[in-house]
């Protein structure tokens, strides 16, 4: 890991971490992962809040009042907005997405949950995702929350990873692998 991730992970660990305690003794952690989903999508949706966090242009005061702005219109809990507003004094907004990540596995963490990253040739549906789900609780001991993607380039066939375990029945491992194998024997 180069030197600036692991500084930047470091300074999210930190904020996360006291985020959760307070969260926690406050009993407030289903109001803070509902406030997280909204920062999460509006990080994701808003090129204009990537810049606001990321740039060195903006002062204190603007990434204050911005990010203020930003947290009261998708309802932030106040644990989460105050955090946001110390963060963007001190100029640590860009450990935003760290942050977010980090909590989110705080709260995984404390639910009991893992999360399944899933990636299939097409979309699942409703049922083969929870059956895939349950199979997964059963193997891990934990509830599993899948987030799933797409990858056409897979053909068919899924690549599942759960925490450091992968596992890809994907074709077009298989067909790799086939063409690995040929290439040995010629």
């Known amino acids: 890991m180069s030197e600036p991730a692991s500084i930047s992970s470091g300074i999210a660990e930190r904020y996360a971490t006291a985020v959760f305690d307070i969260a926690k003794e406050t009993k407030s952690l289903a109001e ?3 406030g ?3 920062l999460s999508a509006a990080l994701n949706e808003s090129a204009d809040l990537s810049a606001l966090i990321a740039s060195p242009l903006y002062s204190r005061e603007e990434q204050g009042k911005a990010i203020a702005a930003v947290a009261a219109k998708i309802g932030l809990p106040s644990v989460l907005t105050n955090t ?5 004094e001190k100029r640590r907004l860009f450990v935003l997405p760290q942050l977010v990540a980090q909590l989110e ?12 990253e899933v990636v299939s040739a097409k979309a699942l549906t409703k049922t083969q995702s929870d059956k895939l789900a349950k199979t997964l609780a059963a193997r891990v001991g934990k509830t599993v929350k899948i987030n799933a993607t797409v990858d056409e380039a897979l053909i068919g066939g899924l690549v ?24 040995e024997v010629g």
Not at 165 to 175: E, G
Request: aromatic share 0%; charged share 25%; hydrophobic share 45%.
């Open 36 to 38: 997280l989903d909204n």
């Open 105 to 116: 596995a705080l709260i995984a963490e404390d639910k009991g949950e893992v999360t399944a």
């Open 32 to 34: 803070l992962e509902s």
């Open 160 to 183: 599942v990873k759960v925490g450091s375990k992968m596992v890809d029945t994907s074709i077009r491992s298989k067909l790799n692998s086939l063409q690995n194998a040929m290439k």
């Open 84 to 88: 946001l507003g110390l963060m963007a």
